[in-house]
């Protein structure tokens, strides 16, 4: 048994998943655009997330972009059995790394194709709808357009799966309407609630939920009440905010991201943090002060 089968497994898609995964975003270079500094680093965490135990990596070709799944697939393939890659359309960077949307049909077919190719796979596992309705996080706005596009594809034999992202609660309703959804991410964290009840309603449903910047994203989570909570517990404070990821719903799957083994390491080994009541009242306590700061 891999240390990281402590914290469970989720169905996703046509598969059960350990609970603990990875997000490949941050092997791209520096704001997740062109090569990595050290690209022999970012097969070795690759290789050792999955000889760890993980079988569930995201990712998307819009990382780079092109690159990251090129570093997955020089490192991985041929695919271990069972591995769940879940990648996502909906953008593309222009020459200066910005993000732009990229919703009409030739754009996400390519951007499928895209990911085949740079994968190196003959279907895509899952494939979220990342919506870039709003500058700062979900907007609300109809995704049937682009969601029948991808509907479209599935029944091309092209995707086996269908999932969402950056959406709003009303948005994965409509959705859920069109077509069968397997997982939704939104960012999601300790000091970043605001899809508390989207989170309870999944679970209820039996869909998985999969925060991003389960740490904080590019600017890694920053607390004193969780670098106390970290202390009392001998742990860091990365370990504790994953463990309370994994406590906060059964239906919460995670994608730290790291480009080092070390952190890969520390992150893996929250599985086996179990949280006290006393800390975990704690650290739900952070987002009202973060909402407050
Ligand atoms: N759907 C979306 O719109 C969307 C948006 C963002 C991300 N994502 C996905 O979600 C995944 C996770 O998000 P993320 O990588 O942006 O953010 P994250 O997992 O919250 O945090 C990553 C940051 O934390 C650092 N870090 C990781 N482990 C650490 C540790 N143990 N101690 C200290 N620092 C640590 C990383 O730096 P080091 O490299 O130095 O470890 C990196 O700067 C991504 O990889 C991507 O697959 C999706």
């Known amino acids: 048994m891999t240390s990281i089968d402590i914290s469970g497994t989720f169905q996703l898609g046509s598969r059960r998943v350990r609970r603990i995964g990875y997000g490949a975003m941050q092997l791209a270079g520096p704001g997740v655009f062109g090569p990595p500094r050290d690209r022999a680093t970012a097969v070795a965490v690759l290789r050792e997330a999955v000889a760890s135990g993980v079988d569930h990596i995201d990712t998307s070709d819009f990382y780079g972009p092109h690159i990251t799944n090129q570093i997955i697939r020089e490192a991985l393939a041929p695919y271990p059995d069972p591995l769940t890659i879940v990648t996502k359309v909906g953008a593309r960077r222009n020459e200066t790394g910005d993000w732009l949307p990229a919703f009409s049909r030739a754009e996400l077919t390519q951007a499928v194709h895209d990911n085949l190719r740079n994968l190196g796979l003959e279907v895509l596992d899952i494939v979220n709808l990342r919506l870039m309705f709003g500058r700062h996080g979900p907007a609300e706005g109809s995704l049937e357009a682009p969601l029948v ?10 995707i086996r799966h269908i999932g969402l992202s950056n959406v709003t609660a009303a948005q994965v ?68 905010a ?36 006393e800390a975990r009242a704690r650290l739900d306590g952070i987002a009202a002060e973060h909402a407050a700061g």
């Not at 596009?149 to 092209?158: F, I, N, P, S, T």
């Open 173 to 240: 309703r409509e959705a859920r309407r069109l077509c069968e959804i397997v997982c939704v991410q939104n960012h999601y964290n300790l000091a970043h609630r605001h899809d508390d009840g989207l989170v309870d309603d999944l679970a209820r449903d039996g869909v998985a939920y999969v925060p991003f910047f389960p740490l904080g994203g590019f600017s890694p989570l920053q607390s004193t009440t969780l670098s106390d909570v970290a202390a009392s517990l001998g742990a860091t404070p990365m370990q504790v």
């Open 242 to 277: 994953l463990a309370w990821l994994l406590q906060r719903a059964p239906n919460i799957l995670l994608i730290p991201g790291t480009s080092s083994l070390a952190h890969l390491r520390e992150n893996l080994a929250a599985a086996e943090l179990e949280l006290p009541d």
């Open 149 to 158: 596009v991808l509907a479209d594809l599935q029944k091309q034999g092209l």
